[in-house]
């Protein structure tokens, strides 16, 4: 297990977090994987799937924080999905800047919906 | 008492393992999930602080955390050599005051029931503690 895996959904990359707590010590982590998932993505389309975290501390946020001034530059988003309830409330407090859903198939629905 | 006394001396992952170690005394002392949560992620924001702005510079640093639980409250006391820094300076009144570049301390003030700063002899010694239960949900 490395932390973060990344798959690709259509224009979408999708980094979900394979473990529970991510300390200061996860802020490179974080900046390698975002400016894969910025990489893979042409339309800058990023979802973060916090799946089972319970902990992000702000030394990770920093990377998510520098990563959605990338994106956000180049008309794309990221947003963020899922998680536990206290990462979930670390996140409205000191990533305000990212949009939180409750599942990933909700995100994907707001930021790359299918055409009918 | 229920006592955790670490200290650190250099990385990032030091801290991360201390900070995990904290959760775990906390939870096992009976503490609820979210409050240990609390304390782990005051002391990674408040150490990493202090290990990437202050005791690097130092001759000799280190950082010396404690832990521990009372009947009612998760304590944690973060001690470092370095150039002052008071966490609790211009605690503004609402949370929603704090702008994004202070991620990490708005974190430990605002998730702190009661945090308190002393310098003594060079060293900056923060004290955080949350309640071992949180509000009911």
Redesign the interface.
Known sequence: MTGIMRTTEGDVSVLKLLEQKYFSNSRVLFQEHLLAAEAASPKKLIVLDLANAILITSGPLGALRASYRRVDAQGGRIVAAGGGEFAVRVLSFAANFIDHYPSVEDAMADIAPKSA | MTRLSRRIHE???E??EA??AA?VLCAEAGAD??QS?RI??AL??LA?NALTHGALKERAPFIQVDVWVEEDMLNLKIEAEGPRFDPTEGRPTK?EDYA?GG??L??VI?FADALSYKRIDGRNITTFSVAKHGEAE
């Open positions: 990385t990032l992952t801290v991360a900070a995990a959760e999930e979210s949560l782990g992620l990674d924001e990493a949370i994004l991620r990490g708005s974190l605002g």
